[in-house]
């Protein structure tokens, strides 16, 4: 999509700190994190959230979990992280371009 950020970052128009790369799927540093680990990982075609989903982004999504599952280790996350994907602008989406934020490196504390 044009005007999208992470659809630039994907196309490579917009650099990005990368951390894992395949056909279907980007994993970059958070350029303003939140927590001593903070990446996103984004499914390369655009799409806002989950009520877009269909077999195919489902399975997409499906291995990107796979993915951050066997990578945490190697991204400093070893001692656990959390996984969380906004929905929506009062969930506080700002990209809408699906992304789950993968965060951890430090203990985390519970809010909304
Ligand atoms: P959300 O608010 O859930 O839509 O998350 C969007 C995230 O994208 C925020 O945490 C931003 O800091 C992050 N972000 C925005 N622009 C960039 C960029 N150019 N590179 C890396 N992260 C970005």
Redesign the pocket.
């Known amino acids: 999509m044009q005007d999208c950020?992470?659809c630039k970052?994907i196309a490579g128009e917009?650099p990005?700190?990368k951390v894992y790369e395949d056909d279907e799927i980007l994993i970059?540093?958070?350029?303003?994190?939140?927590a001593r680990v903070?990446l996103?990982c984004v499914p390369k075609e655009h799409y806002k959230t989950v009520a877009e989903l269909n077999a195919a982004r489902a399975e997409t999504l499906g291995r990107a979990l796979q993915k951050i599952g066997s990578f945490a280790p190697s991204f400093g996350l070893d001692g656990g992280y959390r996984l969380?994907?906004?929905q929506g602008e009062a969930?506080?989406?700002?990209?809408?371009h699906l992304?789950i934020?993968i965060l951890g490196g430090e203990p985390l504390s519970w809010g909304k």
Do not use: E, K
Request: glycine share 4%; no cysteine; hydrophobic share 45%.
């Open positions: 950020i992470f970052i917009i990005s700190s970059f540093r958070d350029i303003d994190p939140i903070h996103l969380v994907m906004n969930a506080g989406q700002t990209v809408p992304h934020h």
